[in-house]
């Protein structure tokens, strides 16, 4: 593997200027490095200003700062010793519940079919013991076993009512709420999981004309089908962890591929490189 990135590595494989050297350094070594803002297909730039949003952020649902500390995730790692191949998963899959990028109620499955019962109670007990904020159970699905974890929070409301797509005539003949929506380090299906509970509606409800990568921080246009645009605008303003904004009422919702483009600004860390070929590369 090798320790630096060369420009064919993204895709830069040919010149202005036929003399130059190449560049080398490293690319999104934090999500802030990668800004993306979708050009609509109007040609709009998709942008959320301070005063477009009034999202706050809410404290986390498991008592652990939002970098989860080295002792827990050495008491997690030491549950999954049995099962070491899925602990990286459920790190982040216990961050995405503490950032409420999914819901409380989600639950975490694996195949243990291969792993002995013994082993299996083992595991049952240490996660008890490490992790007290979840439960887990070996269940049988179609001749296999499968391991769930879910969030003790969250298990009351795992019967709730699920979100069904609101089937009543709408009052507009303008039925699609448009918005921007700003994500910070955050898959797009897990953000349209907080929009779906935001509103109570469907994740199939929302549509966007295409997805952005989780590592970095994006800007994108999403439409939702609605009964009620004033309320549904006022459920989505208060979603924590995103910024919305720039909000119209539409005849058609958003199909994926209904965008110009993206607007890319990436930044370059441990940059190397002569002054004489940093000025060439700003000038061409």
Do not use: W
């Amino acid at each position: 593997m090798k320790d630096h990135i060369e420009e064919s590595d993204v895709g830069i494989t040919e010149y202005i200027t036929s003399d130059l050297t190449s560049l080398e350094g490293i690319v999104k070594a934090r999500y802030s490095d990668f800004l993306v803002n979708e050009i609509d297909s109007t040609g709009r730039l998709c942008y959320i200003s301070k005063t477009e949003t009034n999202a706050e952020t809410k404290p986390p649902i498991i008592e652990e700062t939002k970098e989860l500390t080295k002792d827990y995730k050495e008491k997690v790692k030491e549950a999954f010793k049995e099962f070491n191949e899925h602990y990286a998963d459920f790190i982040d899959y216990i961050e995405n519940i503490t950032e409420g990028n999914i819901p409380k109620y989600t639950v975490f499955k694996f195949n243990c079919t291969s792993v002995s019962k013994t082993n299996r109670t083992m595991f049952h007990k240490a996660i008890k013991e490490n992790c007290p904020s979840f439960e887990t159970n070996t269940m049988d699905e179609n001749g296999e076993k499968i391991m769930h974890i879910a969030l003790t929070e969250g298990l009351s409301k795992s019967k709730r009512k699920k979100y069904q797509m609101d089937k009543r005539e709408p009052k507009s003949s303008n039925p699609y709420l448009c918005f921007d929506m700003m994500k910070t380090n955050m898959e797009s299906m897990a953000a349209l999981f907080k929009l779906s509970k935001a509103t109570g509606k469907a994740v199939k409800s929302f549509t966007m004309a295409g997805t952005k990568d989780k590592r970095g921080i994006t800007t994108q246009r999403i439409s939702v089908i609605t009964y009620d645009a004033g309320k549904t605008r006022g459920q989505l303003q208060s979603v924590a962890g995103l910024k919305i904004g720039n909000f119209t009422e539409e005849k058609e919702g958003l199909k994926l591929g209904d965008l110009q483009g993206n607007r890319f600004c990436l930044a370059l860390r441990n940059f190397s490189g002569d002054e004489e070929t940093t000025k060439k590369s700003n000038i061409d």
